[in-house]
């Protein structure tokens, strides 16, 4: 216990708080750009690092990693341009609050909520980091299969009024997915020889264009109506759409608690992403409220939280494989192991007894971060919440001005604003014709992990009774199968309610 | 008429190209450094610090542009069209000039649209397994997965599956070939237990005590596994994808340019800040001449097209 004060003092010293100060702004601002997410944050702030000790290095990265996390929810209820995939949920249940007037509260919200997945992650992380990676490793692809099966089946649970379109479009999403060299012998699939595809559609370019490109679409159609929106929103000063009340906490508590544990779960296990993580807790609670679609027509508070505390709640998890066993749960993660390397420090079992000191200064240096998180971002708010005070007009054009800076940023240049103009046509038609973009958006993003694992499955386990030595692998494909039949009689049931009703 | 100006213009330029390399004033503006790789890895990293160096040896800001895909492709393509002034250049592993464009027959470029200045550091390509693995040379493997039956090899990469087809074609053995993406994926499959074997590009050195480093994959031995045996040495003939990071320009680059790009490598290689991060990342530095990476390209080159005519491979 002796030692552990200087750890205090190293941590808590002015330097090492303004660095981690530094990085949490610096990744909020980043992240509250459409397009811009945690990763690229990350990883063009690695080479400011060089110079500074390990601690305030390490520190400085998990800041920016946390702020951009936080703040990638501004964008996305704004603009309804998520700053990352894993924001979209948050996008769609919170840019209709914002239409609606109740932008600052939705802000608020989702700000809060993130603090508290961020916070409860990281007291997992702290508390069990050793004793969870043991398991962690025990996930292979064989399991993550499964889990990804599970994971697919109960999001496209959510695929709006017809689960045959909601299927189409799903399917449609791995298809996209596809397009790229394939990952064991490199042959090109779908490329039809654009050098540029080889490493697949990028992700951002092609969620841009589906999500934030469609919407301004269709806004620019219905101008008139919204400039007299527009009106309504300057107008709506009520204190009830601005704060966080205590009918709202009511609400949304159930969400965020099962959002932090959802999202530390996925975090936990290697692979699986924060897309993953904050789809789900958004589906779960999407479901539990039993409101349907009507959760994306009106916008939905707790649907933000649920969304925001799984999402932010993924980061400090996915440093447990990370510290534990020097494997990466997530991009960040990754991204982090390359600061460490710099820093002369290997991650893996031995941190713990190598380096106790500077992961003892890593954890107080995150639980500040957490904190950090909460003051930037209530009253940097403030700030960006007029944005929906100025008028359309003026709005649309500066955001399509954004989503092609993002496209350009994340899809190797002019390329990627191609890609994002294609896709925008596509989310454009999608909507009009009532095709769920989220399943889409849930295929293309988990199409390439799942087809990897399976195909290295397919590899590990040649014989059937093999299988029987991956228990966690058959209870999720279990519950997937079980998944795909409930949801046909729930369908098929309120198929004949209709017909039922109609005279 | 038309011939004749063609032959004039010719021997110009044979009698250009035999002057010796004249001094140059280059760079007369920034330079960029292409990265073929997302920001955040290895040679990214090391690339920024090569970069920050090169800024001060050349008086010029040289700076670090990512365009990933397709294991360097991207960039490649993209530098083969660039104009060869002197004003881009590539820093990147070599195995993705040597070997990608022969397994695949979209890509326009090969090996003989750059010239090379030099070499800095290299992948300590290899092959290897557990810890615990009851064998510790490449005999020893071979028994082992006859023994066993049925070997499970993890193939981070087309070139990882190339050699273990050409080592089970000659010795019969049978393999289960698992994909993984990149080097940590491969790390995962191998600690939990699940792969008796795998190619590294060196990412072993990161996990003391997790691997051992089974045979080089390289012509000659490596700097960090220097009691280790290379694949050619365990009787496999020719079997090597050699990787050493290096520095391209677009063909016809002017000679003086790439010999003032030669000797800032030359100083780069000695630099601190350059020993310090290829400590830290477990990439020694090898610093090799313009001629001698020129050389090393093209023999890799046509190593691997014997290698490929062995298995049969055909470029899709």
Wanted: one cysteine or more; glycine letters at 12%; a neutral charge.
């Amino acid at each position: 216990m002796e030692s552990f004060l200087p750890v205090l003092e190293a941590a808590f010293a002015p330097g090492n708080l303004a660095w981690i100060l530094f990085g949490v702004t610096l990744g909020y601002l980043v992240g509250a750009l459409p397009g811009l997410g945690k990763g690229t944050a990350t990883a063009v702030a690695i080479p400011l690092t060089f110079y500074l000790s390990p601690l305030a290095a390490i520190a400085f990265l998990v800041g920016i990693a946390k702020g951009s996390t936080a703040g990638s929810a501004v964008s996305a209820i704004l603009l309804n341009t998520p700053g990352e995939p894993s924001s979209t949920p948050t996008a769609m249940a919170g840019y209709p609050l914002a239409r609606a007037g109740k932008a600052q509260k939705a802000l608020k919200m989702g700000l809060f909520a993130s603090v508290i997945g961020d916070l409860f992650s990281t007291i997992v992380l702290i508390l069990v980091a050793q004793e969870l990676a043991e398991y962690a490793l025990g996930i292979g692809p064989v399991e993550l299969t499964g889990i990804l099966a599970f994971s697919m089946v109960f999001i496209a649970g959510l695929s709006g009024r017809s689960m045959i379109r909601g299927l189409i479009a799903g399917l449609f999403g791995i298809l996209v997915s596809c397009v790229g060299l394939e990952v064991e012998t490199a042959s090109p699939r779908l490329t039809f020889g654009l050098i540029e595809l080889y490493d697949g559609l990028p992700l951002i370019p092609v969620a841009i264009g589906m999500l934030a490109l469609s919407e301004m679409m269709i806004q620019m159609g219905q101008r008139r109506r919204l400039e007299q929106e527009a009106d309504l929103l300057r107008g709506s000063g009520r204190r009830e759409d601005r704060v966080v009340t205590l009918g709202d906490w009511r609400r949304s508590a159930r969400a965020i608690l099962r959002g932090c544990l959802i999202g530390t779960g996925v975090g936990i296990l290697p692979g699986l992403g924060a897309s993953v993580g904050s789809f789900l807790s958004y589906g779960a609670e999407r479901r539990a409220s039993g409101r349907g679609v009507d959760f994306e027509e009106t916008g939905a508070i707790e649907g933000v939280a649920a969304a925001e505390s799984a999402d932010n709640a993924v980061v400090p998890a996915s440093f447990v494989p990370l510290f534990a066993i020097g494997i990466p749960g997530s991009v960040i993660a990754a991204i982090l192991i390359g600061a460490f390397t710099i820093q002369g420090i290997t991650p893996g079992p031995l941190l713990f007894l190598e380096n106790r000191d500077l992961i003892l200064g890593v954890y107080m240096s995150m639980m500040a971060a957490s904190l950090f998180l909460l003051l930037i971002g209530y009253f940097g708010q403030n700030v960006f919440a007029r944005i929906v005070r100025i008028s359309p007009a003026l709005v649309m054009p500066v955001v399509v001005f954004l989503c092609c800076l993002g496209a350009y940023l994340q899809g190797g240049g002019v390329f990627g604003i191609g890609v994002m103009a294609v896709f925008g046509v596509i989310g454009f038609f999608a909507k009009k014709y009532d095709f769920s973009f989220v399943t889409f958006l849930i295929g293309f993003v988990i199409g390439p992990s799942f087809e990897l694992s399976l195909r290295q499955t397919l590899g590990l386990v040649t014989e059937f009774s093999e299988l029987m030595d991956h228990p966690v692998a058959l209870v999720f494909g279990a519950l997937a199968v079980f998944g795909v039949w409930r949801l046909t009689v729930l369908q098929r049931r309120q198929h004949e309610a209709m017909v039922k009703d109609r005279p | 008429m038309k011939g004749l100006l063609k032959g004039f213009v010719a021997a110009l330029f044979a009698l250009g190209a035999a002057l010796p390399a004249a001094a140059t004033d280059w760079p007369t503006g920034p330079i960029t450094m292409l990265i073929g790789y997302k920001a955040g890895g290895g040679t990214d990293t090391k690339g920024r610090v090569l970069a920050k160096i090169l800024t001060r040896e050349l008086g010029q800001q040289v700076n670090v542009i990512n365009r990933a895909g397709g294991g360097q492709a991207v960039a490649l393509e993209g530098l083969k069209n660039e104009a060869p002034d002197g004003s881009i250049f590539l820093f990147g592993a070599v195995s993705g000039i040597t070997l990608n464009p022969q397994i695949n027959s979209d890509l326009q470029f090969t090996a003989e649209d750059f010239v090379y200045a030099g070499g800095l550091t290299e992948f300590q390509v290899s092959m290897v397994a557990p810890a615990d693995a009851p064998f510790d040379d490449m005999a020893g493997f071979v028994a082992y997965a006859k023994e066993k039956g049925k070997i499970k090899y993890a193939s981070l990469s087309p070139g990882a599956k190339i050699i273990m087809q050409v080592i089970a074609r000659q010795d019969g053995i049978e393999v289960d070939y698992i994909p993984t993406k990149g080097g940590r994926g491969m790390v995962q499959l191998a600690l939990s237990g699940q792969v008796d074997f795998a190619y590294s590009g060196g990412i072993q050195g990161r996990y003391p005590g997790k691997f051992k480093t089974i045979a080089a994959a390289s012509t000659r031995r490596l700097g960090n596994y220097p009691d280790t045996e290379t694949l050619i040495e365990a009787g496999y003939e020719g079997l090597a994808i050699d990787a050493p990071t290096v520095v391209a320009f677009p063909k016809g680059t002017d000679p003086a340019i790439v010999a003032k790009m030669e000797a800032a490598l030359r100083v780069a290689s000695t630099d601190p800040d350059m020993i310090k991060i290829s400590k830290s990342i477990n990439m020694p530095i090898v610093y090799q001449t313009a001629a001698e990476t020129s050389q090393l390209v093209e023999d890799s080159a046509a190593a691997i097209t014997i290698m490929l005519d062995t298995i049969g491979y055909k470029a899709s």
